[in-house]
């Protein structure tokens, strides 16, 4: 466990504890070269619990040798380009697999779709006055289970526009192969409004969606085919 501590005077702001769960835990100070001053977030990444970040009053500060003594800290500032208080570190630890809830209404079959994640590993940090950064330098591709290759299965998504949207839309994707897919829209109830087949290509596409029929509200769409599985949500507004 590392845990940080508030304060400008003198001192270590950054402990560690390797029995945190015991009756007697022991917290060792980890401040090495820090700055003096309150540190707000501290983090172990996931998997090599040598490598930690913490954020104070002037960013983020990596160290890879947190068992080290007195580790040396590196301030990290690419793509911030400023000093600027850290309050909040986090990284995205769980991998959850896309999940379809599949019924039945009517006799008509039908099915919604739940997307997993798609960003295990990546850390976040909350700034004051510069909002929100990632960094995916400890990205972990998580195996696919439909058989799309890992760099389609990162990168692919479902752009919908416009959106909101009155008498038309655009589905807008990237394929990595040729393949007939199946548009499912659903209303905000989960009842199946609408089935649209789109014959797509290899890379980019985009298919036209009229939406007429559609009444104001909201809805989900989903995009599918064998190896694809994608979904968005779509505003109608007359």
């Not at 991998?95 to 079959?109: A, I, K």
């Amino acid at each position: 466990m590392l845990v940080s501590v508030g304060g400008t005077g003198a001192g270590a702001k950054v402990y560690l504890s390797e029995n945190a769960t015991d009756d007697t835990p022991v917290f060792n100070p980890k401040q090495g070269n820090l700055p003096q001053g309150p540190v707000y977030a501290t983090l172990i990444e996931m998997n090599n619990s040598n490598y930690a970040m913490i954020g104070n009053e002037f960013g983020v500060w990596f160290t890879e040798n947190l068992n080290a003594a007195a580790p040396t800290w590196y301030q990290l500032r690419t793509g911030i380009n400023a000093n600027v208080p850290v309050f909040h570190i986090v990284q995205q630890i769980r991998s959850v697999s896309d999940t379809y809830y599949h019924f039945e209404e009517n006799g008509v079959p039908g099915s919604l779709f739940y997307p997993g994640t798609n960003n295990t590993g990546i850390i976040y940090i909350g700034t004051h006055g510069k909002g929100i950064f990632r960094t995916s330098k400890f990205y972990v591709e998580t195996p696919s289970t439909t058989g799309i290759p890992e760099y389609f299965a990162y990168n692919q998504k479902l752009s919908v526009y416009p959106n909101p949207a009155s008498t038309y839309t655009n589905l807008e994707f990237k394929l990595a192969t040729d393949e007939n897919l199946k548009a499912q829209i659903y209303d905000i109830t989960g009842k199946l409004v609408k089935i649209i087949q789109i014959e797509a290509r290899q890379g980019d596409n985009t298919a036209q969606i009229n939406c007429d029929d559609l009444k104001a509200g909201i809805y989900m769409i989903n995009l599918t085919s064998k190896t694809v599985n994608l979904s968005s949500k779509l505003v109608i507004r007359k």
